[in-house]
């Protein structure tokens, strides 16, 4: 059976296997199953998503497992749903539910919506994001402003979703069906809360990559729950792989992402100047090597060296960088302390690397615009010195994982290891992430196995939206102790 068409980017075997029989299952009138996950499992958070949409309205029992779980619980439950199944008097009439809400008819709607049918190639994407309709891209500042402004530039009307809130969580979490991620959940929060109650057709724009974690199931998840809704949204998700090489963003896009890190290390009262003339200067198409060291320049003189305690805050980029998704604990701490969050565009400079090591070994130009963008950081060094976000060897990120992470795909997991290992001239480090998020957990793990290497405090901070004090109490340690 081929789920190729609708399942495009479902890079999980496992995934597609269970899908597929999903599929045999809903077909066939005497099958029922019984679908059985681990407690915590990234993957599982997703698919769970996926069996039921392909279930329809035909009955299931769904068992979640632990190494606590007890064999008399699950044959309980096992013997209870048989039962349930044998006394059923409306077989005919279930099946007739299961026949009307098969994927045939749901899928006709997803490939109506999804012009882009996911396969995720900027290249052939460009002439679908040029139509009337309106794009919507998550909020993540101050990246989105620029990623709007590169949008823009092809004529493009372009909206940056609020962020999500105390008082949007709650669509997020109505869609919940146990241990999503923390990021997820505010994913749809925001996208949710600005297609529900409007008519127009919206086009998410939600870059994604080809590591194996769930993010690159979120846009076609969230594409679902808003057909659930009764909304059409389109779905744009090309590979930031890709980005490198397109004339449409390229070195320019990244040497805005490098400037917009340095924003991020400014004082509230001058980001937002500093980001209008950059978003200006992009929209002029004027992002040259001169505006680029000139800029570096003034936010060198605008950047205070300050006389606190320096935290490196490391982990999930969306929880890095998305204040509720954090609790605002980091924003918090930029009051008494010196923050430097994780720079995206060096993210992206390992995940260009990878990308080229691994899978684009022989195009000669895809390498040299990695060696370029490599430069390009080296220049903020060179001006910024001790008050950069990047580190100073900026391929040690690579160097000091050969032997200890070699081969990790998904959730930027060997950046955000590599940065912890080569971590140098701070207090602390802070490692925030979703609760359950399987990089979080695999990278905690390895760095048990390498403790010695590491010399700094790190404090692990784990968010979901159940809002407790209990983060808030472990920081007030942490710091105490530094």
């Not at 919506?113 to 290249?123: G, H, W």
């Not at 309709?133 to 823009?152: C, G, R, T």
Request: a negative charge.
């Amino acid at each position: 059976m081929n789920i190729g068409e609708e399942y495009s980017n479902m890079y999980w075997p496992f995934g597609q296997h269970i899908i597929t029989g999903a599929k045999i299952i809903r077909k066939h009138k005497n099958l029922y199953p019984i679908y059985i996950t681990n407690h915590g499992c990234g993957p599982d958070t997703i698919l769970t998503h996926y069996f039921k949409k392909e279930m329809g309205s035909k009955p299931y029992l769904h068992i979640e497992v632990d190494e606590h779980s007890s064999k008399v619980g699950v044959i309980t439950r096992v013997e209870a749903f048989i039962n349930s199944i044998k006394n059923c008097d409306n077989n005919d009439l279930l099946e007739n539910k299961v026949e009307e809400a098969t994927e045939d008819n749901l899928s006709k709607k997803l490939r109506i919506v999804n012009e882009v049918k996911f396969d995720n190639k900027l290249q052939n994407s460009k002439d679908e994001i040029e139509t009337e309709n309106e794009v919507i891209i998550p909020y993540m500042y101050p990246y989105s402003n620029i990623l709007k402004a590169f949008l823009e530039r092809k004529n493009t009307k372009v909206t940056i979703l609020e962020p999500v809130s105390e008082s949007t969580i709650e669509i997020g979490k109505q869609f919940s069906r146990g241990k999503e991620y923390f990021s997820l959940t505010g994913l749809i929060s925001e996208v949710i809360s600005k297609v529900k109650e409007s008519e127009k057709e919206y086009t998410l724009y939600l870059p994604t990559d080809e590591g194996s974690e769930t993010f690159g199931q979120y846009g076609k998840l969230i594409q679902y729950k808003a057909l659930e809704c009764g909304r059409k949204l389109n779905l744009e998700a090309p590979f930031i792989e890709d980005y490198l090489g397109d004339k449409d963003f390229g070195l320019e896009f990244f040497k805005a992402l490098v400037i917009g890190d340095l924003i991020n290390r400014l004082g509230e009262s001058k980001k937002e100047q500093a980001l209008d003339d950059l978003i200006k200067a992009i929209k002029n198409n004027n992002i040259s090597d001169s505006y680029f060291d000139k800029k570096l320049e003034i936010l060198n003189s605008e950047m205070l060296k300050e006389n606190k305690k320096k935290l490196l805050i490391v982990g999930e980029s969306l929880v890095v960088h998305k204040d509720y998704l954090n609790n605002n604990l980091i924003k918090r701490l930029m009051e008494n302390y010196d923050v430097v969050k994780q720079p995206f565009a060096e993210e992206l400079y390992m995940l260009y690397k990878d990308f080229s090591n691994k899978r684009n070994k022989t195009n000669k130009q895809y390498l040299k615009l990695v060696d370029e963008a490599k430069k390009i950081i080296n220049k903020a060094n060179l001006i910024l010195q001790e008050k950069s976000p990047f580190n100073k060897d900026i391929d040690s990120l690579n160097e000091i994982l050969k032997d200890k992470l070699p081969n990790y795909a998904g959730g930027s997991g060997r950046y955000r290891f590599a940065k912890l290992l080569t971590a140098e001239n701070v207090d602390g480090i802070i490692v925030v992430s979703s609760m359950y998020e399987n990089t979080a957990t695999i990278l905690k793990i390895l760095r048990e196995k390498y403790k010695e290497e590491i010399n700094i405090p790190v404090l692990d901070l784990y968010f979901d939206s159940n809002i407790n004090k209990n983060n808030e109490e472990l920081i007030e340690t942490f710091t105490t102790y530094l």
